[in-house]
Every structure is written in structure tokens, then in C-alpha cells.
Nanobody
Framework: QVQLVESGGGLVQPGGSLRLSCAASGATFSSYAMSWYRQGPGKERELVATITSAGSRTNYADSVKGRFTISRDNAKRTVYLQMNNLKPGDTAVYYC??????????WGQGTQVTVSS
């Protein structure tokens, strides 16, 4: 079992920045690939970014490439999402997910990000 708690969301103006954190407890954090997803109003949940268990590789949705950065600190059992140059279209509830090679997935409760002037 892995428990995930997101934090760092809030209200920000267009062009601003936020840094989301997802703290993990329970099973071995370093054995899980970590991802950030988001679900905007009236939209389906979509994958935003993924980082491998060792942090050696990352992948991003085209809509956030060049603006968002995913990183992790296995010693702190935390994954981050640095979001720069935020746009109103980035408004969503952001979720982190832990997944391992056996197909086990765990989700956090989500944190709201609102981009508005």
C-alpha cells in the first residue's frame, strides 16, 4: 500500500508559477514510477507528466512541455511538479499516481489549481 498526499495548489494569475508536491508513505517509494494527472472542469482525467522510479527519465504531455517539470526526491519520498507560465487552460484538480511493474496503482486525493486573473 502507498498513501499519497498532494499539496501546493491554489489560485494563481496567468503567467504565474506553482510547485505541487506529493508526499508518499507506506511501501517503498523508490520502486514506483510517479505521474501527475489532471482533470479540468467537464474534462476527462489526462496524464500530465511521468518520471521513472530512479528519476532517470521523464515524459510530458505536449500541452505542458517546456512549462512544467516533474522531479522526485526518493530520500524525501516526494514527487514534485513545477509549473511555470500557467494558463487558464491549466485549471484543474491535479492528482499524483504511483505505479509499479506489477500493475498496482495508487492515487492521491488531488489538489486544486486555478489559473485566473
Amino acid at each position: 500500500q502507498v498513501q499519497l498526499v498532494e499539496s501546493g495548489g491554489g489560485l494563481v494569475q496567468p503567467g504565474g508559477s506553482l510547485r505541487l508536491s506529493c508526499a508518499a508513505s507506506g511501501a517503498t517509494f523508490s520502486s514506483y514510477a510517479m505521474s501527475w494527472y489532471r482533470q479540468g472542469p467537464g474534462k476527462e482525467r489526462e496524464l500530465v507528466a511521468t518520471i521513472t522510479s530512479a528519476g532517470s527519465r521523464t515524459n510530458y504531455a505536449d500541452s505542458v512541455k517546456g512549462r512544467f517539470t516533474i522531479s522526485r526526491d526518493n530520500a524525501k519520498r516526494t514527487v514534485y511538479l513545477q509549473m511555470n507560465n500557467l494558463k487558464p487552460g491549466d485549471t484543474a484538480v491535479y492528482y499524483c499516481k504511483a505505479g509499479n511493474v506489477y500493475g498496482l496503482n495508487y492515487w492521491g486525493q488531488g489538489t486544486q489549481v486555478t489559473v485566473s486573473s
